[in-house]
């Protein structure tokens, strides 16, 4: 693997986390170091990625994440000033203090110089207090929780891939203009679904819509019928899922089944991945509008990157993949434009340097944290319109980044300037 140096950490308890780091648990022998890489601290950059590597996420995130950040460690050519590169990965099992304790090991023990993504919300609002607390660089692509470039703000994070402001705005807003003007929320019971509802809400009465009531599930539940049963009793137009993984998936399903949408009812994703799509079939998601800030089959750049993807995984890469192969990418290069692995040098260079290849076009890094960059509104393809198994979406429209995202007007980080 062009002297990348992997290790894959599964962590059973927050408890049990101090004695898991005395060294790599599975590794190649890296290449050998050369005397430029007196500027890179322990003569070796570690990047590590804190995963829901079993759980209801694991689909979206977990080895598919892994997998595009070892791509993009071996195509950088698997060193940067000479240092070897070692990916670390670990399972927090979508537990806040499993992250934290991840983190802070990881830092203190493994001397971590990044760790570049942490899926789910509440787990990566863990991880950014300890990266902020030990000065370390940290990145999300997983997680969409908008508090990470507002309330959680920090000088060494950045929120590339999307949140719940740009779901929530573009998706709603676009929904209730084609007349879904009155909504009734099921929520996943969590930072991440409680921001999504709150975005969603505002951009839906901003839109002169009406809100029927919400109701909020457990994180992994198996039954929706209760909360669909509120669903269909609200009358609302549009029944807006603010949840993700396989809560979405296992409502869409349900919905199907108690006859939601035959009864007039729409059904709009607030977090609809790829993969969700595509295990759930056209069927039950044709014509459905969804937010992304990527898709494979978008231009030429997008279809090479995902086809080598899917030689490797045996799947398409959805956002937050493909959103962790850029954020590598990007990191390394300013680790190598910096001339070290030091912190706030390599914070520099990434901010004052574009984001530009096949998953962001002119991207930029603002004060806030947020990778602004465009999105795209899709809709679902029917069965007679698909051509193969991963051609699911027509694009709707591009929604320039300054409009998809909050704007630095309205954040609520203490780092921007008013």
Not at 382 to 391: I, R
Request: proline share 4%; hydrophobic share 45%; with cysteine.
């Amino acid at each position: 693997m062009n002297g990348v140096r992997t290790t894959l950490l599964t962590v059973l308890s927050a408890a049990a986390l101090a004695a898991a780091w005395h060294g790599p648990a599975s590794a190649q022998q890296a290449a050998a170091p050369t005397r430029s890489d007196q500027a890179i601290s322990d003569r070796v950059v570690k990047i590590g990625f804190i995963l829901d590597m079993s759980g209801i996420y694991a689909d979206v995130t977990g080895p598919g994440s892994a997998a595009a950040a070892r791509m993009a460690v071996e195509d950088f050519g698997g060193s940067v000033l000479g240092a070897p590169i070692e990916v670390l990965v670990a399972d927090h099992q979508n537990k806040a203090d499993v992250a934290a304790a991840t983190a802070r090991a990881w830092f203190d023990t493994e001397k971590v110089d990044a760790i570049l993504d942490v899926a789910a919300s509440a787990t990566a609002l863990a991880a950014a207090d300890i990266a902020r607390a030990k000065n370390r660089i940290i990145a999300f692509s997983g997680p969409g929780a908008v508090r990470l470039t507002n309330e959680a703000c920090s000088p060494v994070s950045i929120h590339w891939a999307y949140d719940t402001y740009a779901l929530s705005n573009v998706t709603a807003q676009a929904t209730v203009k084609a007349g879904g003007d009155s909504w009734f929320f099921i929520t996943a019971d969590y930072a991440f679904g409680h921001e999504l509802e709150r975005d969603a809400t505002a951009v839906v009465k901003a839109s002169g819509g009406s809100l029927k009531g919400s109701v909020r599930a457990p994180i992994n539940t198996p039954d929706f019928s209760s909360f669909l049963l509120q669903a269909q009793g609200s009358g609302a137009k549009i029944v807006g899922l603010a949840n993700a993984g396989r809560d979405t998936t296992n409502a869409i399903k349900q919905a199907a089944e108690f006859g939601l949408t035959q009864s007039g009812q729409k059904l709009a994703g607030l977090l609809v991945y790829i993969n969700d799509v595509h295990s759930l079939g056209l069927g039950p998601t044709q014509g459905m509008l969804l937010t992304e800030g990527f898709y494979w089959d978008l231009d030429e750049g997008t279809r090479a990157w995902s086809k080598r993807f899917f030689e490797r995984t045996g799947r398409m890469p959805n956002m937050s993949q493909a959103g962790v192969y850029s954020t590598v990418t990007h990191y390394l290069k300013a680790v190598r434009q910096a001339g070290t692995d030091e912190t706030q040098a390599v914070m520099k260079v990434m901010r004052e340097t574009p984001v530009d290849d096949f998953y962001a076009r002119g991207g930029r890094i603002r004060e806030d944290g947020r990778m602004v960059h465009d999105m795209y509104l899709f809709e679902v393809k029917t069965p007679a319109e698909s051509t193969g198994p991963w051609d699911l979406y027509k694009r709707v429209a591009t929604i320039p980044g300054d409009q998809a995202f909050q704007p630095l007007s309205a954040s609520r980080c203490p780092l921007v300037k008013k």
